[in-house]
């Protein structure tokens, strides 16, 4: 599961974070838009950022917690390459 904060206009609520969460449905992996906490950061099993300038960036660190780059987050940098590279 994905969990993104839900577009509140505290953040550019953008394509490129469009297009993840679309192709991550559309791979079966449910998306939660919703409010989040650091505490939701600080329990998380990995955590990544989206942008058009790198579409998806790992996060390696978060306080004291240390997070590796983790198979969602390879999956979701992969799926958008895959998008982009298709005639879609």
């Known amino acids: 599961e994905v969990f993104t904060p839900i577009p509140n206009g505290t953040f550019l609520s953008g394509i490129t974070r469009a ?22 950061f600080r329990n998380a099993d990995e955590v990544f950022l989206s942008g058009n300038m790198s579409k998806v960036t790992p996060v390696t660190a978060f306080e004291d917690h240390q997070y590796q780059v983790g198979p969602l987050t390879r999956q979701t940098r992969e799926m958008y390459w895959d998008w982009a590279a298709s005639n879609a």
């Not at 297009?19 to 939701?40: C, M, P, Q, S, Y």
């Open 19 to 40: 297009r993840h969460i679309t192709n991550l449905k559309a791979d079966g992996i449910t998306v939660h838009e919703t409010v989040l906490t650091f505490d939701d």
